[in-house]
Nanobody
Framework: VQLQASGGGLVRAGGSLRLSCVAS????????MGWFRQAPGKEREFVAA????????KYADSAKGRFIISSDYAKTTVYLQMNSLKPEDTAVYYC???????????????WGQGTQVTVSS
């Protein structure tokens, strides 16, 4: 499976962005798709995850109430709608897949190349 993330950019605080992650190759409906982010000098951290069926979602506390993750298996695309963005959301955002429901980065593979999100104050 290859994952391609896109949709990042520069936005002012309070603004919104929608990230997309397109999966190509052999995709498994039971896969759990996650979004992570990594800011300069910091470790990669979990943001949100969803099953391809959309019946299970998981969010980091920092994302709850502001971000919405969704999936479209027919398009093999996972989205991350980010609202009320803050400067501390600035990071490279990555998507990845896992066979288990978890927020631990080590359980994920097939990492995409990432997309830069910059939030100005």
């Amino acid at each position: 499976v290859q994952l391609q993330a896109s949709g990042g950019g520069l936005v002012r605080a309070g603004g919104s962005l929608r990230l997309s992650c397109v999966a190509s190759g052999r995709t498994f409906r039971s896969y759990y798709m996650g979004w992570f982010r990594q800011a300069p000098g910091k470790e990669r951290e979990f943001v949100a995850a969803v099953t391809w069926s959309g019946d299970i979602t998981k969010y980091a506390d920092s994302a709850k109430g502001r971000f919405i993750i969704s999936s479209d298996y027919a398009k093999t695309t996972v989205y991350l709608q980010m609202n009320s963005l803050k400067p501390e959301d600035t990071a490279v955002y990555y998507c990845a897949g896992s066979t288990i429901v978890t927020s631990r980065p080590v359980a994920y593979g097939n990492w995409g190349q990432g997309t830069q999100v910059t939030v100005s104050s």
